[in-house]
């Protein structure tokens, strides 16, 4: 039987694990490491139950954190490979996941603070207060990573041609 803290850190891991391995997905820039950082997170957020309040907020911080502390565990000398992941069988989503590939490779040569606010910025639509909140970190230091990261995909040669087609869509 579970108490109080553990049916509510339950139903939370229910309704927003999706949500969170989506965010780590586009962290990590790979499936399985996204799903170790989440597993990462879920565990330390279980071994901290009822002394959580905000649960959403306090997952959300220990994934970027997280994240961004990664670089000095088992994962540091890998290198996002450039396979192409299985698509189902009589369906054609080449340029789909041409374009995913081509936006996660171009993530993955940003530094890992310029890659976690992005992520915050444009894919959760967080506001620069609230990234800055999430990442302990300045307003100013999060608008300096974002154009950074932004001049950097800006200027990177293999987004070019995905630029100029998403400005005929």
């Known amino acids: 039987m579970h108490t109080d803290a553990e049916a509510g850190l339950v139903d939370f891991i229910a309704t927003r694990s999706g949500s ?6 586009l962290l990590t820039g790979d499936a399985h490491k996204a799903e170790d950082l989440l597993q990462t997170v879920l565990t330390e957020l279980w071994l901290r139950r009822g002394r959580v309040e905000h649960l959403d907020t306090y997952a959300r911080r220990m994934l970027y954190s997280t994240y961004l502390t990664w670089w000095r565990r088992r994962w540091r ?37 310029q890659r976690a606010v992005l992520v915050l910025r444009f894919f959760e639509d967080r506001s620069v207060a609230d990234t800055a909140a999430v990442l302990k970190c300045s307003t100013g230091a999060v608008k300096t990573h ?5 001049a ?14 998403g400005g005929e869509r």
């Open 77 to 113: 000398s890998e290198v996002p490979t450039g396979d192409v992941p299985d698509v189902l069988a009589g369906l054609d989503h080449a340029d789909d996941v041409t374009s995913r590939t081509v936006v996660l490779a171009g993530l993955a040569r940003l530094s890992r603070q």
């Open 20 to 25: 969170l391995l989506r965010s780590a997905w």
């Open 146 to 150: 974002t154009s950074r990261a932004l």
């Open 152 to 165: 950097a995909l800006r200027a990177d040669e293999s987004l070019h041609d995905l630029i100029r087609r």
